[in-house]
């Protein structure tokens, strides 16, 4: 699903104005009013674009008690110990789950993915089922690690 994101929705979203763009510079019936505004529309949505899936990882896999995660080319693995915090950005669509590591690996300092869909995400009080159970998964972990001698 983040490859729809990532690339076919830029595509699409970029692509339209930039096709208009051609379409209104080489037709001579069309005003020129509107062909100087879509080269500023498509900046601001390039750069809208990037801000909200720069930082997607591609994949993020569940392996017990730890995350594989890959971004690209790279690749990490995270153990839920290492992870401070679970957020759930719910403001954006597609919402969000950032993963606040203790420190930074090879992806940084944050992991930042979108959950699978859930029928919870239409209700916007309704707290993100992945990351509450990410939540109680890290929380029994660091408990039973401190009862450990």
Same mark, same amino acid.
């Given at each position: 699903?983040?490859?729809?994101?990532?690339?076919?929705?830029?595509?699409?979203?970029?692509?339209? /104005?930039?096709?208009?763009?051609?379409?209104?510079?080489?037709?001579?019936?069309? #005003?020129?009013?509107?062909?100087?505004?879509?080269?500023?529309?498509?900046?601001?949505?390039?750069?809208?674009?990037?801000?909200?899936?720069?930082?997607?990882?591609?994949?993020?896999?569940?392996?017990?008690?730890?995350?594989?995660?890959?971004?690209?080319?790279?690749?990490?693995?995270?153990?839920?110990?290492?992870?401070?915090?679970?957020?759930?950005?719910?403001?954006?669509?597609?919402?969000?789950?950032?993963?606040?590591?203790?420190?930074? #690996?090879?992806? #940084?300092?944050?992991?930042?993915?979108?959950?699978?869909?859930?029928?919870?995400?239409?209700?916007?009080?309704?707290?993100? /089922?992945?990351?509450?159970?990410?939540?109680?998964?890290?929380?029994?972990?660091?408990?039973?690690?401190?009862?450990?001698?």
């Amino acid at each position: 699903m983040t490859f729809c994101y990532k690339k076919v929705f830029p595509a699409i979203f970029l692509g339209l /104005p930039i096709v208009s763009f051609f379409y209104l510079l080489f037709n001579e019936s069309a #005003g020129s009013a509107p062909v100087f505004v879509l080269p500023f529309m498509v900046l601001l949505g390039f750069f809208v674009v990037r801000r909200y899936t720069a930082d997607l990882a591609d994949e993020v896999l569940d392996d017990g008690d730890t995350l594989k995660v890959r971004q690209g080319g790279l690749e990490q693995t995270v153990a839920l110990r290492d992870i401070v915090e679970v957020s759930v950005t719910r403001n954006t669509n597609p919402a969000r789950l950032t993963l606040r590591l203790t420190c930074a #690996g090879a992806l #940084g300092d944050r992991i930042v993915f979108v959950p699978l869909s859930a029928a919870s995400d239409c209700l916007p009080y309704k707290p993100n /089922p992945l990351a509450d159970e990410l939540k109680q998964r890290i929380a029994t972990i660091k408990a039973t690690s401190m009862r450990q001698p």
